[in-house]
């Protein structure tokens, strides 16, 4: 092999590992990217069945209702819309009524949404930047939250 | 009082930095007394800190950020933890690691005195920048106006021996970068010969030691802490800390070529200002608040706004300077098909990109969110589905790379490696037979064990074999391989070989895992120093004499009115046997337990790497 052929495959290498990681980039990034919605959005939005999302708000008060030992039913409001929650497992040790949650999970049908996965945050007055915002727009934002 | 103490040490070891900044262009420095001002405002700096220690330890309560995040009746080594538990205590926790540094860099023997003091300069031209940015966004020696009596508490969640070290060796690893940083722009102002290549190599592979240490037990922390079973969840904090390590990894493995005599300086200067750029870059993400993770202590806006303008001052000036000062000619690189050269090439490609793909999904939703207004979250899959595949032809070639020549593209015993490679896939074609077929999982077995076989066949091969330090320092690179290979086993077998099973269970009751009876003997609480512990107590093989005995449960704190869950672990050398005590309804309490097949081998891997990392920092 002459040193130029030898050098033209290692750049032809190259280009194909480039080409290939933006192709994963572009083709992950359409599969594996969750929307992040809070009720009141959902409230607006047609609802697909069985597509992944997160939603992000509170666990409304007097909601949460133990089925089991391992399946509970809540809901998750931001004081403007709620949605019913059913989810299987074991919750976060933050997890409580009148606390910030975010579930991962998709519509069964058009009112109940299984959760897959729930996350609370490790501060009581931890609140998640992402719907801070949407919070203070509607007024239930307490000063305690950092 | 302590307070005092610390912030005056904190202004006067900035004020000596100030001065000798200024010194440099306004009169000359003998060069033992400018080393005896840099040792100095060390020493100084840690005062500072220490006496911010002292005030954890007794409890003072006049420290407003003592108050906020200490409680007299915490453990000891909860109450030295909690200096770098908050953010105020962490970003002194950041200065007195860089004035360490600082300190012994000062020692150095054998370099230029122009360049070691312009290298320091540089390092004092940053303390000046974070400690401008501690003095007056995150001052963490307020006093209270008040009387207080009592303090607010830790997070439970840190209170634990694997974190009380996380914080300070995770930052002694991003904080090692800023003199691998200020080494690489001296060396672009000073531009003398190649010496500088040397000290780089052996501090960004001190950096790289301690950033490998700092990630492994952080990760190790959340496996046993967290209670999901997991120990990587692509958490934008963790992404924040991969990305200074995989490029740390990179400028490693480019610096090795300055011994085969073809330094691509260039690269490597950007290399170095690249690992110290994310690691300031991961700071500001974490601490501005932007980023959504367990490690935000608290989002205040204009701390971020003040280490974003660090951030661009320290990127904005190394980049400058790299763009303006070009380093000395160096001879064209020897590129063959395959070569040393050329596979190390290859790997830093792959590990820049790896670096940008992580970067790209850490800071994606910002970016749809600015633009779009629309939040999404990118979730582990995509980075299993992106980093993963862009890493794999860098695990193929890193088994044969150390034993590649410099100037033919030869391999010595080719036929060997062929056969032993072919002999292999045939091996966990098998395996993966018998157990369910799993692509990730034969593709990661076939990597790993092909790292371990091939760097074991070439140290055999290639070196004779002897018992004395030299020895070692040959092999050394195989034997880093060797633990990556083992760590990649593990991380495969643990991750796609997986196996959960939940139970629901009465004190008394006795269920099967794999084959053996366990006992689900009763549910025990019992008070703690400081908290409240709920215990399930499981007897693991009953039927053997000698059974184990596993404990999983939650503890309660009542200072912070919080619950942290504290999983049960059998560690066996072949697999974790994981045990989470979920809720519990009519006396039937949930109970998750998650098999995890060698896991070991991760932290045994990890280990091996750290080891090698020793090793190449120590002297010939």
Same mark, same amino acid.
């Given at each position: 092999?002459?040193?130029?052929?030898?050098?033209?495959?290692?750049?032809?290498?190259?280009?194909?590992?480039?080409?290939?990681?933006?192709?994963?980039?572009?083709?992950?990034?359409?599969?594996?990217?969750?929307?992040?919605?809070?009720?009141?959005?959902?409230?607006?939005?047609?609802?697909?069945?069985?597509?992944?999302?997160?939603?992000?708000?509170?666990?409304?008060?007097?909601?949460?209702?133990?089925?089991?030992?391992?399946?509970?039913?809540?809901?998750?409001?931001?004081?403007?819309?709620?949605?019913?929650?059913?989810?299987?497992?074991?919750?976060?040790?933050?997890?409580?009524?009148?606390?910030?949650?975010?579930?991962?999970?998709?519509?069964?049908?058009?009112?109940?949404?299984?959760?897959?996965?729930?996350?609370?945050?490790?501060?009581?007055?931890?609140?998640?930047?992402?719907?801070?915002?949407?919070?203070?727009?509607?007024?239930?934002?307490?000063?305690?939250?950092? | 009082?302590?307070?005092?103490?610390?912030?005056?040490?904190?202004?006067?070891?900035?004020?000596?930095?100030?001065?000798?900044?200024?010194?440099?262009?306004?009169?000359?420095?003998?060069?033992?007394?400018?080393?005896?001002?840099?040792?100095?405002?060390?020493?100084?700096?840690?005062?500072?800190?220490?006496?911010?220690?002292?005030?954890?330890?007794?409890?003072?309560?006049?420290?407003?950020?003592?108050?906020?995040?200490?409680?007299?009746?915490?453990?000891?080594?909860?109450?030295?933890?909690?200096?770098?538990?908050?953010?105020?205590?962490?970003?002194?926790?950041?200065?007195?690691?860089?004035?360490? #540094?600082?300190?012994?860099?000062? &020692?150095?023997?054998?370099?230029? *005195?122009?360049?070691?003091?312009?290298?320091?300069?540089?390092?004092?031209?940053?303390? =000046?920048?974070?400690?401008?940015?501690? +003095?007056?966004?995150?001052?963490?020696?307020?006093?209270?106006?008040?009387? =207080?009596?009592?303090?607010?508490?830790?997070?439970?969640?840190?209170?634990?021996?694997?974190?009380?070290?996380?914080?300070?060796?995770?930052?002694?690893?991003?904080?090692?970068?800023? +003199? /691998?940083?200020?080494?690489?722009?001296?060396?672009?102002?000073?531009?003398?010969?190649?010496?500088?290549?040397?000290?780089?190599?052996?501090?960004?592979?001190?950096?790289?030691?301690?950033?490998?240490?700092?990630?492994?037990?952080?990760?190790?922390?959340?496996?046993?802490?967290?209670?999901?079973?997991?120990?990587?969840?692509?958490?934008?904090?963790?992404?924040?800390?991969?990305?200074?390590?995989?490029?740390?990894?990179?400028?490693?493995?480019?610096?090795?070529? /300055?011994?085969?005599?073809? !330094?691509?300086?260039?690269?490597?200067? &950007?290399?170095?200002?690249?690992?110290?750029?994310?690691?300031?870059?991961?700071?500001?993400?974490?601490?501005?608040?932007?980023?959504?993770?367990?490690?935000?202590?608290?989002?205040?806006?204009?701390?971020?706004?003040?280490?974003?303008?660090?951030?661009?001052?320290?990127?904005?000036?190394?980049?400058?300077?790299?763009?303006?000062?070009?380093?000395?000619?160096?001879?064209?690189?020897?590129?063959?098909?395959?070569?040393?050269?050329?596979?190390?090439?290859?790997?830093?490609?792959?590990?820049?990109?790896?670096?940008?793909?992580?970067?790209?999904?850490?800071?994606?939703? =910002?970016?749809?969110?600015?633009?779009?207004?629309?939040?999404?979250?990118?979730?582990?899959?995509?980075?299993?589905?992106?980093? +993963?595949? +862009?890493?794999?032809?860098?695990?193929?070639?890193?088994?044969?790379?150390?034993?590649?020549?410099?100037?033919?593209?030869?391999?010595?015993?080719?036929?060997?490696?062929?056969?032993?490679?072919?002999?292999?896939?045939?091996? /966990?074609?098998?395996?993966?037979?018998?157990?369910?077929?799993?692509?990730?999982?034969?593709?990661?077995?076939?990597?790993?064990?092909?790292?371990?076989? *091939?760097?074991?066949? !070439?140290?055999?091969?290639?070196?004779?074999?002897?018992?004395?330090?030299?020895?070692?320092?040959?092999?050394?690179?195989?034997? *880093?391989?060797?633990?990556?290979?083992?760590?990649?086993?593990?991380?495969?077998?643990?991750?796609?070989?997986?196996?959960?099973?939940?139970?629901?269970?009465?004190?008394?009751?006795? #269920?099967?895992?794999?084959?053996?009876?366990?006992?689900?003997?009763?549910?025990?609480?019992?008070?703690?120093?400081?908290?409240?512990?709920?215990?399930?107590?499981?007897?693991?093989?009953?039927?053997?004499?000698?059974?184990?005995?596993?404990?999983?449960?939650?503890?309660?704190?009542? /200072?912070?009115?919080?619950?942290?869950?504290?999983?049960?672990?059998?560690?066996?050398?072949?697999?974790?046997?994981?045990?989470?005590?979920?809720?519990?309804?009519?006396?039937?309490?949930?109970?998750?337990?998650?098999?995890?097949?060698?896991?070991?081998?991760?932290?045994?891997?990890?280990?091996?790497?750290?080891?090698?990392?020793?090793?190449?920092?120590?002297?010939?």
């Amino acid at each position: 092999m002459s040193l130029r052929f030898q050098r033209l495959l290692l750049i032809l290498l190259t280009l194909v590992i480039i080409l290939s990681a933006v192709l994963l980039i572009l083709y992950n990034t359409r599969e594996n990217v969750s929307y992040f919605y809070t009720p009141s959005e959902i409230d607006k939005l047609d609802i697909v069945i069985n597509e992944t999302i997160r939603i992000g708000g509170f666990v409304e008060n007097d909601s949460f209702n133990k089925i089991s030992s391992n399946s509970f039913k809540f809901k998750i409001t931001d004081e403007k819309a709620s949605i019913l929650v059913t989810f299987n497992g074991i919750l976060p040790d933050l997890f409580r009524e009148g606390q910030g949650a975010v579930i991962e999970g998709a519509f069964v049908n058009k009112d109940i949404f299984n959760a897959t996965n729930v996350f609370a945050k490790h501060d009581e007055n931890y609140m998640p930047a992402s719907i801070k915002e949407d919070l203070k727009n509607t007024g239930y934002w307490n000063k305690k939250y950092k | 009082m302590s307070s005092l103490v610390g912030f005056f040490s904190l202004v006067f070891a900035i004020g000596i930095n100030f001065y000798l900044f200024l010194s440099r262009y306004i009169f000359k420095f003998q060069k033992q007394k400018f080393n005896l001002f840099i040792r100095l405002s060390s020493l100084l700096t840690l005062l500072s800190f220490f006496s911010l220690m002292y005030a954890y330890v007794v409890s003072d309560f006049s420290n407003y950020n003592v108050f906020q995040n200490s409680h007299s009746n915490k453990p000891l080594i909860y109450k030295i933890s909690g200096t770098w538990g908050n953010h105020e205590g962490s970003m002194l926790l950041w200065l007195s690691i860089l004035s360490i #540094f600082s300190f012994f860099f000062s &020692f150095t023997k054998n370099i230029d *005195a122009g360049f070691q003091r312009l290298t320091l300069i540089i390092q004092s031209l940053l303390h =000046i920048l974070f400690g401008l940015f501690i +003095i007056f966004t995150s001052n963490p020696f307020l006093v209270n106006s008040i009387l =207080i009596n009592e303090g607010l508490g830790l997070n439970p969640i840190l209170q634990d021996p694997g974190l009380a070290v996380h914080p300070p060796i995770l930052y002694a690893g991003y904080v090692g970068y800023s +003199i /691998v940083f200020s080494i690489a722009i001296a060396g672009l102002f000073q531009n003398t010969d190649d010496e500088w290549l040397y000290v780089a190599k052996k501090w960004s592979m001190i950096s790289w030691t301690f950033l490998t240490g700092g990630i492994a037990l952080g990760s190790y922390w959340a496996y046993y802490e967290l209670g999901w079973g997991g120990w990587w969840f692509w958490d934008p904090v963790e992404n924040i800390s991969l990305m200074p390590w995989i490029a740390g990894l990179a400028l490693v493995h480019s610096l090795m070529m /300055v011994r085969g005599e073809q !330094a691509i300086k260039k690269w490597i200067v &950007f290399l170095s200002i690249l690992c110290f750029s994310l690691s300031v870059f991961g700071t500001f993400l974490v601490r501005s608040g932007i980023l959504t993770s367990v490690h935000s202590f608290a989002a205040d806006a204009s701390r971020g706004i003040f280490i974003l303008l660090i951030f661009f001052i320290v990127t904005g000036f190394g980049f400058l300077v790299f763009l303006l000062k070009e380093p000395n000619k160096s001879n064209p690189l020897n590129l063959l098909f395959i070569n040393k050269v050329s596979a190390l090439v290859i790997n830093n490609i792959l590990m820049i990109i790896a670096t940008l793909t992580i970067l790209l999904g850490t800071i994606y939703p =910002i970016i749809i969110e600015v633009l779009y207004n629309k939040r999404i979250s990118v979730g582990g899959p995509y980075f299993n589905a992106t980093v +993963i595949p +862009i890493m794999i032809p860098g695990f193929l070639l890193m088994s044969i790379a150390p034993i590649l020549s410099w100037q033919t593209n030869k391999i010595n015993n080719s036929k060997k490696y062929v056969l032993a490679f072919i002999i292999l896939s045939v091996l /966990v074609l098998i395996q993966s037979y018998f157990l369910d077929f799993n692509t990730w999982g034969f593709v990661g077995l076939l990597l790993g064990f092909w790292i371990i076989l *091939a760097s074991i066949i !070439a140290i055999f091969s290639s070196y004779k074999i002897k018992i004395n330090i030299k020895f070692f320092k040959i092999i050394n690179p195989h034997v *880093a391989h060797i633990g990556v290979g083992i760590a990649i086993v593990g991380i495969t077998c643990s991750s796609v070989f997986q196996n959960e099973l939940d139970f629901n269970l009465s004190e008394g009751d006795k #269920f099967n895992i794999n084959g053996k009876t366990v006992l689900f003997e009763k549910i025990e609480t019992t008070n703690q120093t400081n908290f409240q512990s709920l215990r399930g107590k499981f007897l693991f093989d009953i039927e053997k004499n000698q059974s184990k005995e596993i404990e999983a449960g939650k503890n309660y704190y009542p /200072v912070s009115k919080m619950i942290t869950s504290e999983a049960g672990i059998l560690h066996q050398w072949n697999k974790d046997i994981y045990f989470i005590l979920g809720d519990q309804k009519d006396n039937e309490w949930f109970v998750k337990v998650l098999i995890n097949p060698f896991v070991s081998f991760i932290w045994l891997g990890v280990i091996i790497m750290i080891y090698s990392g020793l090793i190449a920092v120590t002297r010939r």
